[in-house]
């Protein structure tokens, strides 16, 4: 593993060959980024894992200001990192090669900004994105959804005790993430996973399984 600063983030990245590059959006904690990257090479992915930091999670991965009845405010920071995407992108092509397939992943809030991206980052090389118990709650994402397309492969999943939170907007998140579905199965692929437990369980098998299916269902 490489870690290094670029762009005034702290960066880290791990590769095991190949052309394929997966950017994840998880916090920047490092034990997670270890553990993913563990599990992809036991799959015998030949695959750049790449990511950056630090991150406000509420400012960096949400896509325009919004706030919750509870008092949650987000800053809409999103569209800043998605405009470092193809700087990170050269940065790490001069590092590893260049690549001919790019997949976005992200868990929670960063779930949400890696569908975000895939619908604002006009990368032709970008083939799809996965969102990981996804904040698909989060106020005005179905009605951006249904003005701008997503393309490629989506993969989405959500554990199956998501909907018991006791914040109304976010016990929400399994029907949304299904009305999330319905509108990208429009226009991209579309796979859908049920995980067992709540939000934090088992959070770099979820990432892992995610980019792996991804990548498998677009080289079909």
Not at 124 to 140: E, K, T, V, Y
Not at 165 to 193: C, F, G, Q, W
């Amino acid at each position: 593993m490489e870690e290094f600063g670029f762009g005034g983030y702290s960066c880290r990245a791990e590769s095991s060959g190949g052309d394929t590059l997966a950017l994840l959006f998880s916090g920047f904690e490092r034990q997670l980024f270890c553990d993913v990257c563990g599990m992809l090479q036991n799959n015998g992915a030949e695959i750049t894992l790449a990511e950056f930091g630090d991150i406000d999670w509420d400012r960096d991965y949400s896509p325009w200001e919004a706030s919750t009845p509870a008092g949650r405010r987000f800053s809409g920071g999103a569209g800043r990192l998605v405009e470092f995407l193809p700087e990170f992108t050269r940065e790490l092509e001069r590092l590893y090669g260049e690549f001919t397939r790019i997949f976005l992943c992200g868990y929670s809030l960063g779930g949400l900004f890696a569908l975000y991206s895939l619908a604002e980052w006009k990368e032709p090389r970008l083939c799809g994105a996965a969102s990981c118990s996804g904040s698909m709650w989060f106020p005005g994402w179905t009605d951006y959804l249904k003005e701008h397309h997503l393309h490629g492969v989506v993969y989405l999943s959500l554990g199956g005790k998501e909907k018991n939170s006791p914040d109304p907007l976010m016990a929400s998140v399994e029907e949304k993430t299904a009305e999330v579905k319905r509108i990208a199965e429009r226009t991209a692929h579309v796979i859908y996973r049920s995980e067992a437990g709540g939000h934090f369980s088992r959070i770099p098998q979820r990432i892992s399984r995610g980019i792996t299916e991804m990548i498998q269902k677009e080289g079909q």
